[in-house]
């Protein structure tokens, strides 16, 4: 009788999270800046368990921590064992480096959790090939200023070691890898911009929602469209855009989208890896923009998002901001008084039926006065 293959746990690396609260870094909560960037480490499996909050004055443009920092870190680093240490804020190449090199262990920053996140979150087709171009993106970024470090001593100005040759043959690579992503992400665009004719061809009216990572879409979809979205309590749970048909009483409203979320610090790669996704916005009727009333940093959410859709070219399209979540408020009058700034706005608890009905109240009376 064979016996059965004993299946033997993968150990996790010890891993150190450095929340930094510097003057480039204008956060008004920091404490929940720092909380999110452990929701983030938690959201790729890395555990919170080992986390150190900085406050600096000035960066170090070699090592970003200065020196007294530094030393504390690399000690912390040696008495716990550490063998990977990430920041949450972003570091140069250079500072990476340096960082790696003094610590002797592997160290990343926001930008490599995050596309981390996107990179194992993806499902699509689309989703994986627009991760995989952001990532490759930033790769190639890295080796920036790497031609001193990859090279050697070539004996007289204006010679070419060899390291600087792989340097370049390195770039070359990454940039053949790009160049066949973009193809395929092109035809995948293809496909999605037939479909998105169709739809519009049916003259049904598009609604999408968006918002701050962890807002609440999700539920808002599957408790709308009746869908089985995935729905977690963590940070970019949902990274492919969702489309379904929205009935409420029985009438055809139109058609729901749900999208990516978004997050301060979001990689430009990111953005404009997922611009193709993201442009469904661009074709909406209403946005629907989840705010999560209970986090308190959620006016620095709304002014995120208001950001990335400025960027993306979708700013001036008909919103209204949902402020779910209602039931974590301690005190729902003042609350609405200080949404007053936001209209029009409704107030809903997503994961209920009887919380929701706001919002299809709204959906209905929209759906009767548009042209």
Same mark, same amino acid.
């Given at each position: 009788?064979?016996k ?8 996790q ?8 609260h510097?003057p ?16 983030l480490?938690?959201?790729?499996g ?15 443009s070699?090592?970003?921590l200065?020196?007294?920092k530094?030393?504390?870190?690399i000690?912390?680093?040696k008495k716990?064992d550490?063998q ?5 804020d ?7 480096r ?12 926001r930008?490599d959790?995050?596309l981390?996140?996107?990179?194992k ?7 994986k090939t627009?991760?995989a171009?952001a %990532? ?6 890295r080796?920036s200023?790497?031609g001193?470090y %990859? ?14 040759t792989?340097?370049?043959k390195?770039?070359?690579?990454l940039?053949?890898?790009?160049l066949?992503l973009r193809?395929?992400?092109?035809k995948?665009?293809t496909v999605?911009?037939t479909?998105?004719k ?9 609604m ?5 990572t962890?807002a609440?879409?999700?539920t ?19 990274l ?9 009483e029985k009438?055809k409203i ?9 997050i ?14 993201l442009?469904?916005?661009?074709h909406?009727?209403?946005?629907i ?10 006016e ?6 208001h950001?990335?859709?400025?960027e ?6 008909? %919103?209204v ?17 200080l ?18 009905e ?14």
């Amino acid at each position: 009788m064979t016996k059965p293959t004993s299946i033997v746990p993968i150990e996790q690396p010890k891993t150190l999270l450095i929340g930094v609260h510097s003057p480039f870094n204008p956060i008004k909560d920091i404490e929940s800046y720092y909380q999110e960037f452990k929701s983030l480490a938690e959201s790729n499996g890395v555990s919170a368990e080992h986390f150190v909050a900085i406050r600096l004055r000035s960066i170090d443009s070699a090592t970003f921590l200065t020196l007294g920092k530094l030393e504390d870190v690399i000690a912390l680093v040696k008495k716990e064992d550490i063998q990977e240490v990430i920041f949450s804020d972003a570091l140069s190449p250079q500072q990476e480096r340096n960082l790696s090199r003094l610590l002797s262990c592997r160290v990343f920053d926001r930008t490599d959790l995050i596309l981390e996140i996107f990179e194992k979150g993806a499902q699509s087709a689309e989703g994986k090939t627009q991760v995989a171009l952001a %990532m490759l993106q930033h790769q190639k970024s890295r080796l920036s200023g790497k031609g001193l470090y %990859m090279s050697q001593q070539g004996g007289r100005i204006g010679t070419r070691g060899p390291g600087e040759t792989q340097k370049e043959k390195e770039v070359q690579h990454l940039e053949h890898l790009m160049l066949k992503l973009r193809r395929d992400l092109a035809k995948l665009q293809t496909v999605r911009e037939t479909q998105r004719k169709q739809r519009l061809g049916s003259e049904l009216p598009l609604m999408c929602l968006i918002g701050y990572t962890n807002a609440g879409k999700s539920t808002i979809l599957n408790q709308l469209t009746k869908s089985s979205v995935l729905a977690e309590d963590k940070l970019f749970a949902t990274l492919d855009t969702t489309t379904r048909e929205l009935f409420i009483e029985k009438q055809k409203i139109g058609l729901l989208s749900d999208t990516v979320g978004f997050i301060q610090q979001l990689p430009h790669k990111l953005i404009e890896a997922f611009k193709s996704t993201l442009s469904e916005l661009k074709h909406a009727h209403l946005l629907i923009q989840v705010v999560d009333a209970s986090d308190s940093n959620w006016e620095e959410h709304i002014t995120v998002v208001h950001d990335v859709l400025e960027e993306l070219g979708a700013s001036d399209k008909e %919103m209204v901001y949902v402020f779910n979540k209602i039931d974590k408020l301690p005190n729902k009058e003042m609350s609405d008084f200080l949404f007053r700034n936001y209209q029009p706005h409704i107030m809903i608890q997503a994961n209920t039926a009887e919380g929701i009905e706001p919002l299809k109240t709204f959906l209905l009376e929209w759906k009767r006065n548009l042209k």
